[in-house]
């Protein structure tokens, strides 16, 4: 139980982490290649206000100096109606070659968009509002600012890499001190739990021998039998919470998990469970597939089949059905108990596996039952990296389903 809270401190505070550093990073790049777009639409503006060529000056107010001129790689491309180029200004464009230039034209004219990026460049296309329709259209490499934004994405991806692992490390290393005081506040609880159980014993059994002594002396009446039951019910309900106190201890310890033959123990369990079921007129159906292997514990595989079918075999309907499963699906072995419960309310589902919880306490006055079997099945399954599910069926069939 200290390990998964460990486990939920460490995945949301690194779940947290990640989502700011996406978000803050993101926004730094976002605006970066905003700032890129931006400055070069500018500057085709400039050079298309200026009938394709860079002004010489006047244009400092824009954040843009005289180098700026010389420092621009562009090109623009005068085409007719058709499509057809009839001037063209290639003198300030060096490493394309017409291959490539032409590709670029190609492939905006087939885009058929006004602007854009074309590979790493920036291109806008401009109507000369003329009889003839020709237009004018620019070109702006844009490759040397991409590549330092795409540096810049590189090292936040880096960085924030880094920073991830950092901080995995010190929470691994902090979490100890995070949860050591709820560690110790349950160990105190379990203590409490298993010492005021074992206090309780030694009177209860007295109480108990008492009564029977005073049945043999005056003989059986209605007083001494209700002390006597009364007794045994505090006697189980501190056996349970013993046993549950004893379970989470357990969830601590790194026992040696073992290969279990899952299908033996689900018979095993069965045929135990046999007689009681046939005193009450239940019908047993089984459907067990032969050699289901997993790894894991043989007494918490023992003890959850037993919980299982004793909670089937009290709650089920007189002369009801229950019925056992045990497949191989993919890796997992899943174990399923039915019973025929007519009557439950299905709000009580969420519930069943609340510790102390009964979804009907005269019937489980009857019975018994003190609704802690569930939870410590609930607790077993999760001990093996499973699920424990409840279903109610339109047939008042009440189905636990353990994957294993």
């Known amino acids: 139980m200290i390990k998964g809270i460990k486990r939920r401190f460490i995945l949301l505070a690194m779940a947290a982490l990640l989502v700011t550093l996406l978000i803050t990073y993101g926004s730094v790049f976002g605006i970066q290649r905003r700032n890129v777009?931006?400055?070069?639409?500018?500057?085709?503006?400039?050079?298309?206000?200026?009938?394709?060529?860079?002004?010489?000056?006047?244009?400092?107010?824009?954040g843009m100096n005289e180098e700026t001129r010389y420092a621009t790689r562009y090109y623009v491309i005068w085409t007719d109606a058709n499509g057809t180029i009839y001037a063209s200004n290639m003198k300030n464009i060096s490493v394309s070659t017409a291959a490539q230039i032409g590709d670029q034209m190609t492939e905006i004219f087939q885009r058929g968009k006004s602007q854009g990026y074309v590979g790493q460049s920036r291109y806008a296309v401009y109507s000369l509002n003329d009889p003839a329709q020709r237009l004018m259209t620019v070109v702006l490499d844009r490759s040397e600012n991409l590549r330092t934004?795409?540096?810049?994405?590189?090292?936040?991806?880096?960085?924030?890499?880094?920073?991830?692992?950092?901080?995995?490390?010190?929470?691994?290393?902090?979490?100890?001190?995070?949860?050591?005081?709820?560690?110790?506040?349950?160990?105190?609880?379990?203590?409490?739990?298993?010492?005021?159980?074992?206090?309780?014993?030694?009177?209860?059994?007295?109480?108990?021998?008492?009564?029977?002594?005073?049945?043999?002396?005056?003989?059986?009446?209605?007083?001494?039998?209700?002390?006597?039951?009364?007794?045994?019910?505090?006697?189980?309900?501190?056996?349970?919470?013993?046993?549950?106190?004893?379970?989470d201890e357990e969830w601590e310890k790194a026992e040696e998990r073992q290969t279990l033959d899952?299908?033996?123990?689900?018979?095993?369990?069965?045929?135990?469970?046999?007689?009681?079921?046939?005193?009450?007129?239940?019908?047993?159906?089984?459907?067990?597939?032969?050699?289901?292997h997993i790894t894991g514990y043989l007494e918490d595989m023992t003890r959850l089949t037993g919980i299982l079918l004793d909670n089937a075999v009290k709650y089920t309907d007189a002369r009801g059905l229950l019925r056992v499963e045990l497949k191989k699906r993919g890796r997992r072995a899943v174990l399923s108990v039915e019973n025929s419960c007519a009557g439950l309310d299905r709000n009580t589902l969420p519930h069943l596996f609340d510790r102390f919880y009964r979804a009907d306490p005269s019937r489980s006055r009857e019975t018994g039952g003190y609704g802690i079997?569930?939870?410590?099945?609930?607790?077993?399954?999760?001990?093996?990296?499973?699920?424990?599910?409840?279903?109610?069926?339109?047939?008042?069939?009440?189905?636990?389903?353990?994957?294993?």
């Not at 000056?57 to 824009?62: M, T």
């Not at 018979?267 to 597939?289: C, D």
Request: glycine share 8%.
């Open 262 to 292: 899952l299908t033996e123990v689900v018979r095993q369990t069965v045929e135990s469970f046999s007689a009681a079921a046939q005193t009450r007129g239940i019908v047993l159906q089984t459907e067990i597939e032969p050699d289901v």
């Open 149 to 247: 934004l795409h540096l810049l994405g590189t090292v936040m991806c880096i960085t924030g890499g880094a920073v991830l692992v950092i901080v995995f490390v010190l929470l691994l290393w902090l979490s100890r001190y995070a949860v050591r005081p709820y560690e110790r506040n349950q160990e105190k609880q379990r203590r409490f739990i298993t010492d005021a159980g074992h206090e309780l014993k030694t009177p209860l059994a007295i109480i108990s021998s008492n009564a029977e002594v005073l049945e043999m002396m005056n003989g059986e009446n209605k007083w001494l039998s209700n002390i006597k039951a009364q007794t045994g019910r505090i006697t189980h309900l501190v056996g349970s919470m013993i046993e549950l106190s004893r379970a």
């Open 373 to 404: 079997g569930l939870s410590m099945a609930q607790m077993l399954v999760q001990r093996q990296k499973g699920k424990l599910t409840v279903d109610y069926s339109p047939e008042e069939l009440i189905r636990f389903t353990a994957e294993l």
């Open 37 to 62: 777009t931006r400055e070069a639409d500018l500057l085709i503006t400039l050079i298309a206000e200026n009938g394709g060529t860079m002004p010489g000056g006047g244009f400092y107010d824009f």
